[in-house]
């Protein structure tokens, strides 16, 4: 009965007739179902597998990316938490000093709400994606107010709509080699080192209810240097609770590189034990695989992205402090990668759970795979 009902669903979710799933019994209904959603398994959708251990899954998405159609549907089908990928950019936000534009952040909340998934924001303190007019205009006397205000006008908009929001972004950078790991950039240098704390104050202060995150890149390799910057990440983290400022989750962002197999070592997975013992949550935040330098065959391309996230994902869902994880896309009709690490030959990259075309691919299999082999949390 359950799995009828789990495949009841499934057709109702991808368009088809239950009625008719019904009436073609089970080997009808494989066909029927691969024929709609394209998937072979069970085809339940990632979002589904994630809840069943208590967990969200996500993707990042343009309003420009989700008037296509056909990936809209695979959004909704797979998704159930969704972040603006630029819409809640200072660059997005703010055409002028003095004025904000909501209009696109606006559009992607009520695409999550009709699509009954929740919504996360990124990112509040970022170094890039600033405004054209930021440079000449921040100044030391004005810095401080600028975040403040910005921080307070945009988090008090979507007060109680937001499941988490990214109040820090990529801070870190100890080869900038400030004894406290953080990036030397316009607002530690503007407003000075305690813009941090700043900001998850304020945060929480316009939304006491959002989980604040503290998101950062390059974590996730058993290399010296992320081994460093994990430790700068934990010396901060314990500075920033131990002076009771309102930060309540880490996000691994986790654009992962096909050649760089050694990830999510020893190492990596202690720092998650001490970030999940600091009574910190654990977000991965914009998952993806860069397979710019893997022979372009796509079936052995495919096998090793999809290596990857089985390795990574295994790792870090035995973790319970995890709560959600976000690929920074879904499909490789739509991914930053495209443009950030093209390949030599020109051939398409292949680095998301889903091809062009919206079928599944060994990365989807290896997400699933890993969702299920998840512990309850
Ligand atoms: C990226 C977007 O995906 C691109 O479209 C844009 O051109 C640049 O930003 N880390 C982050 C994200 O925190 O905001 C970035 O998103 C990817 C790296």
């Given at each position: 009965?359950?799995?009828?009902?789990?495949?009841?669903?499934?057709?109702?979710?991808?368009?088809?007739?239950?009625?008719?799933?019904?009436?073609?019994?089970?080997?009808?209904?494989?066909?029927?179902?691969?024929?709609?959603?394209?998937?072979?398994?069970?085809?339940?959708?990632l979002k589904?597998?994630a809840?069943?251990?208590?967990l969200l899954y996500g993707t990042a998405a343009?309003?420009?990316?989700?008037?296509?159609?056909?990936?809209?549907?695979?959004v909704?089908?797979e998704c159930d938490l969704m972040v603006?990928?630029?819409?809640?950019?200072?660059?997005?936000?703010?055409?002028?000093?003095?004025?904000?534009?909501?209009?696109?952040?606006?559009?992607?909340?009520?695409?999550a709400?009709?699509?009954?998934m929740q919504f996360r924001?990124?990112?509040?303190?970022?170094?890039?994606?600033?405004?054209?007019?930021?440079?000449?205009?921040?100044?030391?006397?004005?810095?401080?107010?600028?975040?403040?205000?910005?921080?307070?006008?945009?988090?008090?908009?979507?007060?109680?709509?937001?499941e988490s929001?990214?109040?820090?972004?990529?801070?870190?950078?100890?080869?900038?080699?400030?004894?406290?790991?953080?990036?030397?950039?316009?607002?530690?240098?503007?407003?000075?080192?305690?813009?941090?704390?700043?900001?998850?104050?304020?945060?929480?202060?316009?939304?006491?209810?959002?989980?604040?995150?503290?998101?950062?890149?390059?974590?996730?390799?058993?290399?010296?240097?992320?081994?460093?910057?994990?430790?700068?990440?934990?010396?901060?983290?314990?500075?920033?609770?131990?002076?009771?400022?309102?930060?309540?989750?880490?996000?691994?962002?986790?654009?992962?590189?096909?050649?760089?197999?050694?990830?999510?070592?020893?190492?990596?997975?202690?720092?998650?034990?001490?970030?999940?013992?600091?009574?910190?949550?654990?977000l991965v935040t914009e998952l993806?695989?860069?397979?710019?330098?893997?022979?372009?065959?796509?079936?052995?391309?495919?096998?090793?992205?999809?290596?990857?996230?089985?390795?990574?994902?295994?790792?870090?869902?035995?973790?319970?402090?995890?709560?959600a994880v976000i690929t920074w896309?879904l499909?490789?009709?739509?991914?930053?990668?495209?443009?950030?690490?093209?390949?030599?030959?020109?051939?398409?990259?292949?680095?998301?759970?889903?091809?062009?075309?919206?079928?599944?691919?060994?990365?989807?299999?290896?997400?699933?795979?890993?969702?299920?082999?998840?512990?309850?949390?």
């Open positions: 009965m359950t799995e009828l009902f789990t495949r009841r669903k499934f057709l109702a979710n991808t368009g088809a007739s239950a009625g008719a799933g019904l009436l073609l019994g089970a080997s009808g209904v494989k066909a029927a179902m691969m024929a709609v959603g394209g998937r072979d398994s069970s085809g339940t959708p589904s597998l809840e069943r251990k208590g343009t309003e420009h990316k989700l008037t296509d159609q056909a990936y809209a549907d695979v909704i089908r603006p990928e630029l819409a809640l950019k200072w660059e997005a936000l703010r055409p002028s000093p003095s004025t904000y534009d909501f209009s696109g952040a606006d559009w992607t909340l009520h695409f709400q009709q699509h009954k924001g990124h990112a509040l303190v970022w170094h890039l994606a600033l405004p054209k007019w930021f440079n000449s205009y921040a100044t030391p006397q004005n810095a401080k107010e600028l975040l403040q205000s910005h921080i307070t006008t945009v988090v008090s908009r979507y007060a109680g709509k937001m929001w990214d109040v820090i972004n990529e801070a870190l950078l100890p080869s900038d080699k400030r004894p406290d790991g953080l990036r030397i950039q316009p607002w530690l240098q503007l407003a000075g080192p305690d813009y941090i704390e700043m900001a998850f104050r304020a945060a929480n202060a316009a939304d006491p209810k959002a989980l604040l995150v503290w998101n950062e890149n390059w974590l996730e390799e058993d290399t010296v240097g992320a081994e460093h910057k994990r430790q700068y990440f934990l010396q901060n983290l314990k500075r920033l609770l131990s002076r009771s400022v309102p930060v309540h989750a880490i996000g691994l962002q986790s654009h992962l590189k096909a050649d760089h197999p050694n990830i999510a070592g020893p190492q990596f997975q202690q720092f998650l034990s001490q970030v999940s013992g600091m009574g910190l949550k654990i993806d695989v860069a397979d710019d330098k893997l022979p372009n065959d796509f079936t052995t391309r495919d096998q090793a992205v999809a290596n990857v996230y089985s390795q990574y994902l295994n790792t870090v869902l035995a973790q319970k402090a995890v709560v896309g499909s490789n009709k739509y991914t930053w990668i495209t443009n950030q690490n093209p390949r030599s030959d020109g051939a398409p990259v292949r680095p998301l759970p889903f091809d062009e075309n919206m079928e599944p691919t060994a990365a989807y299999s290896a997400i699933a795979q890993a969702l299920e082999n998840a512990p309850s949390r």
